[in-house]
């Protein structure tokens, strides 16, 4: 059973930074997509970046291309396998609740729709 879990997120100052973690298990992800989404209350879940877990493809939302990383670190034994979100030059509008999603496919979506797994989700709030 995929798990995946959260962890990073915090209280941060206009333009510092935070790196978030997702740790993943319970399957081989070699073939895999993941991405960070975020949400606010009473809005959409909103796409903000996504890799292939060779990390030999990325994409990222306008709103954080050129200031977060997405990558991934994949252990030997696949029995815990790592995905990262950097962010710099953090905004109050970065402010939101960021989950680790991911899903079997070679495409890298953005729709929240198209990923099966969920992590629990961390807070980033970042104060002006």
């Known amino acids: 059973q995929v798990q995946l879990v959260e962890s990073g997120g915090g209280l941060v100052q206009a333009g510092g930074s935070l790196r978030l973690s997702c740790a993943a298990s319970g399957r081989t992800f070699s073939s895999y997509a993941m991405a960070w989404f975020r949400q606010v209350p009473g809005k959409e879940r909103e796409f903000v970046a996504t890799?292939?877990?060779?990390?030999?493809?990325?994409?990222?939302?306008?709103s954080v291309k050129g200031r977060f990383t997405i990558s991934t670190d994949i252990s030997t034994d696949n029995a815990k396998n790592t995905v990262w979100l950097q962010m710099n030059s953090l905004k109050p509008e970065d402010t939101a609740v960021y989950y680790c999603?991911?899903?079997?496919?070679?495409?890298?979506?953005?729709?929240?729709?198209?990923?099966?797994?969920w992590g629990q989700g961390t807070q980033v709030t970042v104060s002006s």
């Open positions: 890799i292939r877990w060779s990390g030999s493809s990325t994409y990222y939302a306008d």
């Open positions: 999603a991911a899903t079997a496919s070679n495409l890298l979506p953005t729709a929240h729709t198209r990923y099966d797994y």
